[in-house]
């Protein structure tokens, strides 16, 4: 019996592995050798391509594309409309099926709305990638990027709150009161 939901209108193709209490809606396509953890939501129309990997409660909104090659962690966020590529020259009269790149969504990352990840490009743990922005090149863990191509601009807490990092080299999350130490252009959860 399974014990996830998928609208009548879904499409979910042969040997799937789907978890517990995730929610597919309509007009999806799940293709073949998918792994789906538990409590995900995909929204309407939203093509998750073969052998795709998706960790326990990823989110991700209507009308985005998974390509072959990416893996999303736990708690990550996929907003409306973005999409991943995995081919970097892609050619309609070259097959380049054996050539697909590899990207990998660290945990609680979030992917704003109309974002593109350029393959092979990773991004990093709770990093938050704004609306419209163009990723072109790896994104570090807690990164704040924008733009068209994404340059990052500041830090973000793991509650999504801007961080501002005094003389020290250290910022206060305002939710959670969690402490972060900026050091060396890396952030680190205290």
């Known amino acids: 019996m399974e014990k996830y939901f998928a609208h009548q209108t879904a499409v979910i193709d042969n040997d799937c592995n789907i978890g517990n209490g995730t929610k597919i809606w309509h007009f999806s396509h799940i293709m073949p050798n998918c792994e789906i953890g538990q409590n995900c939501n995909i929204g309407q129309n939203v093509v998750v391509s073969p052998n795709v990997i998706l960790g326990n409660n990823v989110k991700i909104q209507n009308n985005v594309s998974i390509y072959t090659g990416v893996i999303c962690e736990d708690d990550v966020f996929l907003g409306p409309s973005m999409v991943f590529t995995n081919v970097t020259n892609p050619r309609s009269a070259v097959v380049r099926r054996g050539q697909y790149e590899k990207t ?23 990093a938050f990638i704004g609306a419209g922005a163009v990723v072109t090149k790896t994104v570090l863990a807690y990164a704040l990027v924008v733009g068209n191509p994404a340059k990052q601009i500041g830090w973000m807490s793991e509650f999504g709150h801007r961080l501002n990092f005094d003389e020290n080299g250290k910022a206060i999350c305002p939710e959670g009161k969690q402490e972060y ?7 680190k959860k205290l």
């Open 104 to 126: 990998v969504v660290k945990r609680g990352a979030s992917i704003g709305a109309n974002a593109t990840i350029v393959c092979g490009h990773d991004i990093g743990e709770f």
């Open 181 to 187: 130490i900026l050091e060396n252009n890396i952030v």
